[in-house]
């Protein structure tokens, strides 16, 4: 699965392009007074103006292989990390992945991780072109079980078959993009912050067609 075009909620445009472009290096791509667009990657990350609502998501961002320590040393140097266990990356053993986090000006749960499986490289040097997509959103709702069950039959996407699904937690997709489905009010990984629903739309490819979900 491909994420193209994920549109989250933001009560701060013009921090949130400020916030951006000194901690990831992001320029937006187009400004306008009630919408920002980045491009990360592949994807299309867009950000509408919403009005006191205070939304907060969980996303990913994924990285080279070969890039992942120069986007942590980068990062660091322009944010505070979110530590994982006494640590600031986290090791996923069963998803062969390492990961880290941190929090954008809008409270966001931010993740950038490198997935071996893919083995991506990259050749040049490290800079905001180095980032490969937006690999990861995460959909909150009141039943997990019935939402990744309808993501399977309606839109083709299949249970991650690195994560065992519960009723509280589940993760549809694979390797190169995912929906990180959690039961809300359930805490938001490596935080304590309890996941809401705020509104979110992501356009995505797969089985070689373009899908798109509205929540």
Same mark, same amino acid.
């Given at each position: 699965m491909n994420i193209i075009e994920l549109e989250l909620l933001s009560d701060d445009l013009i921090a949130t392009e400020k916030f951006y472009?000194?901690?990831l290096g992001l320029n937006p791509s187009f400004v306008e007074k009630e919408a920002l667009f980045f491009e990360?990657?592949?994807t299309k990350l867009i950000f509408k103006k919403s009005d006191n609502q205070k939304p907060v998501y969980h996303f990913a961002i994924d990285l080279p292989n070969n890039r992942f320590f120069d986007a942590h040393y980068?990062?660091?140097a322009n944010t505070t990390l979110i530590k994982v266990e006494d640590d600031e990356i986290a090791n996923f053993v069963n998803?062969?992945?390492k990961s880290f986090y941190f929090y954008d000006n809008n409270g966001? @749960?931010?993740?950038c991780i490198t997935r071996y499986p893919q083995r991506p490289y990259d050749e040049a040097a490290f800079s905001s072109k180095s980032y490969i997509s937006v690999s990861e959103v995460g959909l909150v709702t009141n039943n997990v079980k019935e939402?990744?069950?309808t993501l399977a039959r309606e839109e083709g996407v299949p249970i991650f078959k690195r994560q065992p699904r519960t009723d509280t937690f589940t993760v549809s997709g694979d390797d190169e993009g995912l929906f990180i489905i959690a039961l809300k009010g359930r805490d938001w990984y490596?935080?304590?912050l309890k996941a809401q629903s705020f509104r979110t739309r992501v356009l995505f490819m797969q089985n070689g067609e373009l899908?798109? @979900?509205v929540r």
């Open positions: 472009k000194k901690v990360v990657g592949y980068f990062i660091k998803w062969d992945a966001n @749960i931010v993740e939402l990744a069950d490596p935080t304590t899908e798109h @979900i």
